[in-house]
């Protein structure tokens, strides 16, 4: 069967026609996925809002679990694996290695994902994503499991195989491209963590049946998130190739310094997975030491790079916009950025609630003495709807924008609205989040049907602030759903319905990189941007220990 | 050709690191094996068992 390509009118890049097909399917699985965890996105959300408290126990944690699985699992790997076949064999301009594995590999992904979405929707798994033992679900969850991540497996391995014979093929000279090699740090990333997933799946899976006797409940969790944890660090190293990719589309901008750049990605190489050890923290059978080398020292080095790519791609940009011609004092490059464009909106949103909202509460709540004050309350899933959602999924959606016209070849049905979706998704998620976290800094508990404890023997005071915080949270949750919802009208209807585009360079508008004029280029704007990151930073983490103080009183 | 050869040459050594994919992989792999899962595993196991 010979390789067919097609050359790209807009991009001028070799698209090979199985690479175009597999991105096809996993980006439309993907959407599928966000649609059915939206949907019980907006049933648990209105359960935790006190004011409604939509449904009963048992429907919430069935919810609950249909949320996390649909949305962390499904909706995000799904996507990944689309990006790896654009990462890999397009960037590449190389055919894919192994494109009926490509199929398998698809085929076990969403037939895992169906398994898992049935066990659940018949009461078989009310177990969350987790699905910590002792508790059990039926058998085919655990098989879902195994199906959905030798599936993603699969895709991970056809991206390695198309380096290989891209290289010998020799379709591409010097090295790969800074995101293609984003794309290999995910790859790898994802690799440790769908092999964690198989060594604890497959027993635990044996063990639903009744062929193992016990599962020990600290090794489930201690390899449980070495499957967990570094799942969302595939997530936020596919964001940051996203990042620099949407940067060159919407404004032109190349990488300023490709070895700083490589060099974060190989700290998230060598460090990112041990965090891990941050879901541990108050688990008494692992050691200070374990606990302390694995979050801080480790940990820290990985939280480097992000704020390495925190800085570098806004500052691709600044340099960009100012051989542009937009150079006067600090802020003109971006107060004339392309703001209506929903990618450039998707892009900037990303990068700010990631950074000041994700990444400054998960540092100061990885830090063990801190993580007794947040460790099972709203604070978490506060801070990670900030990195996964208003990170993650907000930079996918940005790509969405592109991948319609230039893959599906479709124009974006009402572009007006798509900007209107980016932001209400990304400023819906930012208050849903900061309300969230707030309430949890109340001492909310998360997983918790019942803020007030009402039936139970000892309730504990629940200030009045947390509710309103609650609300807070229950408002912006509701600006994000309608984003979300948007995002999926706006992605289908442009797909089936959307204009076809002519196949003739500019009918899509991409950014034209500008001439290197050889001449150095300031940086200073996001220079500031990184200091007021930085004292943000440090006030948070200080608050946090004076929190504790305050908790913990030492005489 | 000859420019070609001369490219060759001079990829530093850095570069060439970052360019071995397979390698980055193996160090991806092994580094948090070890200090994560071994050693946390052999931690839990070392527990004596209540009597
Ligand atoms: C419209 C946007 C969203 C809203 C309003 C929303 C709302 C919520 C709420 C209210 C909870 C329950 C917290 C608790 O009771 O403990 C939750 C949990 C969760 N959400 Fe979302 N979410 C949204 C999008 C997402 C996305 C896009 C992802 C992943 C990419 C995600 C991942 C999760 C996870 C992993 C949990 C934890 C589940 C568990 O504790 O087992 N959410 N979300
Ligand atoms: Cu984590």
């Known amino acids: 069967m010979a390789a067919v390509f097609r050359t790209c009118a807009h991009t001028g890049l070799k698209v090979h026609n199985q690479a175009e097909r597999l991105i096809k399917v996993h980006a439309v699985a993907g959407v599928l996925s966000i ?9 648990v959300l209105l359960t935790r809002w006190p004011a409604v408290h939509l449904l009963d126990p048992t429907n919430y944690y069935r919810a609950l679990t249909f949320h996390g699985m649909n949305m962390l699992i499904f909706w995000i790997i799904f996507f990944e694996i689309a990006i790896l076949y654009f990462a890999g064999p397009i960037l590449l301009g190389s055919r894919v290695a192994w494109p009926r594995i490509g199929w398998v590999g698809f085929a076990l992904m969403a037939a895992g994902s169906i398994l898992i979405d049935v066990a659940i929707l018949q009461g078989g798994a009310d177990v969350m994503f987790t699905s910590y033992v002792p508790m059990r679900a039926v058998s085919h969850f655990y098989l879902g499991w195994i199906l959905f991540a030798v599936g993603a497996l699969l895709g991970v391995c056809n991206f390695f195989a198309t380096l290989v014979v891209a290289r010998a093929e020799r379709t ?7 995101v293609t090699f984003g794309g290999a740090t995910a790859a790898i990333i994802a690799l440790v963590t769908l092999a964690h997933g198989a060594i604890i799946y497959i027993p635990t899976w044996l063990w639903s049946m009744g062929y193992v006797q016990n599962i020990d409940a600290g090794m489930y969790r201690l390899v449980f998130w070495g499957l967990g944890h570094p799942s969302q660090q595939i997530n936020v190293t596919a964001m940051v190739a996203v990042w620099y990719l949407l940067a060159t589309l919407t404004v032109g901008a190349i990488p ?14 060598l460090f990112i997975n041990l965090a891990s050890a941050h879901h541990l923290l108050v688990d008494p059978q692992l050691s200070p030491a374990w606990k302390v080398w694995n979050t801080s020292y480790g940990m ?9 790519h925190g800085m570098t791609v806004p500052a691709s ?14 802020f003109e490059w971006l107060a004339k950025a392309p703001w209506g464009n929903p990618s450039f909106a998707a892009l900037v949103l990303s990068i700010t609630l990631f950074g000041f909202m994700g990444g ?12 007794i004050i947040s460790h099972n309350t709203l604070r978490i899933p506060g801070h990670f709807h900030s990195t996964v959602v208003a990170g993650t999924t907000l930079a996918f959606m940005g790509l969405t924008y592109y991948v319609v016209p230039l893959i599906w070849r479709r124009a974006v049905v009402w572009p007006r609205l798509a900007t209107f979706q980016a932001y209400a998704f990304g400023l819906g998620i930012m208050i849903f989040a900061g309300g969230m976290t707030t309430a949890g800094s109340y001492a909310v508990p998360r997983r918790h049907w019942d803020v007030q404890f009402a039936n139970s023997i000892f309730q504990p005071p629940v200030e009045p602030a947390a509710y309103l915080f609650l609300g807070v949270m229950g408002i912006g949750g509701l600006l994000a759903v309608l984003g979300g ?4 009208v706006i992605t289908v209807v442009s797909v089936f319905f959307g204009k076809r585009i002519p196949d003739v360079a500019g009918a899509v508008p991409l950014a034209a990189v500008p001439q290197d004029t050889g001449k150095h280029t300031p940086i200073s704007g996001t220079l500031v941007l990184v200091f007021v990151f930085l004292a943000a930073f440090i006030i948070y983490y200080f608050l946090n220990w004076k929190w504790l103080s305050d908790i913990w009183l030492v005489k | 050709m000859a420019d070609k050869e001369e490219q060759k040459e001079k990829v530093p050594l850095a570069q060439a690191f970052f360019d071995n994919i397979f390698l980055l992989l193996v160090l991806g792999i092994v580094v948090p094996v070890v200090f994560y899962t071994i050693w946390g595993l052999l931690e839990i196991a070392s527990i004596p068992l209540a009597k």
């Open chain 1, 35 to 43: 649609l059915f965890g939206g949907i019980a996105a907006l049933l």
């Open chain 1, 172 to 178: 591409y000279e010097g090295s790969i491209s800074l």
């Open chain 1, 256 to 269: 300023v310094n490709e070895k700083v750049c490589r060099t974060a990605f190989l700290l998230y190489i």
């Open chain 1, 300 to 308: 820290y080095l990985a939280v480097l790079a992000s704020m390495v």
């Open chain 1, 317 to 330: 940009v600044e340099v960009a916009q100012r051989r542009k011609g937009l150079s006067k004092g600090l």
């Open chain 1, 360 to 371: 400054i509460t998960g540092v100061t709540f990885g830090a063990e003495q801190v993580n």
């Open chain 1, 485 to 488: 919802a948007l995002y999926v």
